[in-house]
């Protein structure tokens, strides 16, 4: 069994000030985990992965992420916010037995000015 | 090419019509995968297949739903006599031999019964 929290429902951050998106996962097998956009009316677009490589992932935008086993996490960092990363985002966890994707409750960012 | 691409973009059908959404994996993709998104953050795992095979279909309401992966043809997912709650973003997405390693989305179908 696998499943995803993501702590935060919304985040509002000022342009160029940092956003740190906050996920922990629980999976019963090595898990590959995944970040996805998705502005408004729109598809789910890849930001970044994790399959068991390096831990800190980078990502397109200038997004990034760390998988700490230890503490079963895999937060979404970008050192500068942009108007245009006003979005919701999603933390998704995948297994490698059955390649179900599981999606958290997803996070909302606006970005002020 | 690089995208899943899915048609149509939207649809609209009255209750008790019939839908069908096609969805045409990236080529090379082994694993094509179904998602309704019902509410705007809940993501609803139907069926998937590893190539014209069904993979995995403990998500699909069989009843009225029904999907298909042909050789050298779009992947389809049909819903006999719609109903209301069937109202959602239906999304596809293919990955690679290896499915874990990633999965592209498409942009998705939505589907409005009225």
């Known amino acids: 069994a696998q499943s995803v929290t993501q702590l935060d429902s919304h985040v509002s951050v000022s342009e160029g000030t940092p956003v740190l998106l906050r996920c922990n996962y629980s999976s019963s097998y090595s898990p590959s985990l995944f970040w996805y956009v998705q502005h408004p009316n729109k598809g789910l677009q890849l930001l970044l992965k994790?399959?068991?490589?390096?831990?800190l992932v980078k990502g397109i935008n200038g997004f990034e992420a760390e998988f700490k086993k230890s503490e079963t996490s895999f937060h979404l960092t970008k050192p500068s916010a942009h108007m245009s990363d006003a979005a919701e985002y999603f933390c998704v966890v995948s297994s490698s037995n059955d390649y179900k994707l599981s999606f958290g409750a997803g996070t909302t960012v606006t970005v002020r000015a | 090419g690089e995208e899943v691409a899915q048609t149509p973009k939207h649809l609209v059908r009255g209750e008790g019509q019939k839908a069908k959404l096609y969805c045409a994996p990236i080529k090379g993709h082994s694993y094509v995968f179904w998602y309704q998104q019902v509410l705007k953050n809940e993501f609803k795992f139907l069926i998937s297949?590893?190539?014209?095979?069904?993979?995995?279909e403990t998500g699909m309401p069989k009843e009225r739903f029904s999907a298909k992966c042909l050789p050298n043809s779009p992947c389809s997912l049909e819903i006999q006599a719609t109903k209301l709650e069937d109202s959602a973003v239906y999304f596809c997405?293919?990955?690679?031999?290896?499915?874990?390693?990633?999965?592209?989305f498409g942009s998705g179908t939505r589907l409005t019964v009225v």
């Open positions: 994790y399959t068991s490589a390096a831990t």
């Open positions: 997405a293919s990955s690679p031999k290896q499915a874990h390693y990633g999965y592209t």
């Open positions: 297949f590893q190539n014209e095979n069904v993979f995995d």
